[in-house]
């Protein structure tokens, strides 16, 4: 029996290979003629984190950023809403190699730097804005956990979380645990109270 590491390696071997070879997209071009559309998510482009997003997994640095919208205009053709829109309705069609760069949670990093490398290498991009999140009214959830989690620790977190569910509740060891176990459990009425 082999070890889950060596097979992974084996198994992700053809792919990067292929990844690896002088004129890769020609031989993608030739091998997947009907290429189908490819979505990408970002969400917060910094080069520091903070107590709002840090161990969320969502914060990429700027340099990275900028070098893989560098590579989607120069491999890929960079699609508007617009045109995916037309191509789903039937009324348009998607270009060779198309691809839709879209932000979730309208940080403000979003406009103030990621916008402008969109915009310098004639990137379009699609922004999912939370209408209760417009003008800093409110938090989104998980960031207010994460913020909680990252400056006063889990101590209130699970206090809150016991009044809810009652003393049964088990201790909420981490973020992760706060927002993908308990959370999703939680009615919406009960979020409200939670938060």
Not at 80 to 89: H, I, K, R, S
Not at 186 to 194: A, G, M, P, W, Y
Request: glycine letters at 6%; proline letters at 6%; a neutral charge.
């Amino acid at each position: 029996d082999m070890p889950l590491n060596t097979k992974a390696l084996l198994m992700n071997f053809p792919g990067e290979t292929l990844w690896r070879l002088p004129g890769k997209f020609s031989l993608v071009n030739l091998l997947a003629p009907n290429y189908s559309l490819r979505c990408v998510l970002f969400h917060h482009i910094a080069d520091r984190q903070s107590p709002f997003t840090e161990g969320m997994g969502v914060t990429m640095g700027l340099r990275d950023f900028e070098e893989r919208v560098r590579f989607f205009a120069k491999h890929y053709t960079p699609i508007d809403l617009q045109t995916f829109l037309a191509a789903a309705e039937g009324t348009g069609e998607l270009p060779r190699r198309p691809i839709l760069l879209t932000f979730d949670d309208a940080y403000a990093s979003i406009a103030e730097v990621a916008a402008p490398i969109c915009q310098k290498y004639r990137v379009p991009a699609v922004f999912f804005v939370n209408g209760s999140i417009l003008e800093n009214s409110d938090l989104s959830l998980d960031n207010f956990v994460c913020y909680l989690a990252n400056t006063v620790g889990l101590r209130e977190i699970n206090a809150e979380a016991r009044k809810i569910k009652g003393a049964g509740q088990a201790e909420l060891r981490s973020r992760g645990e706060v927002t993908a176990g308990f959370i999703p459990t939680l009615s919406i009425e009960q979020r409200k109270v939670f938060k």
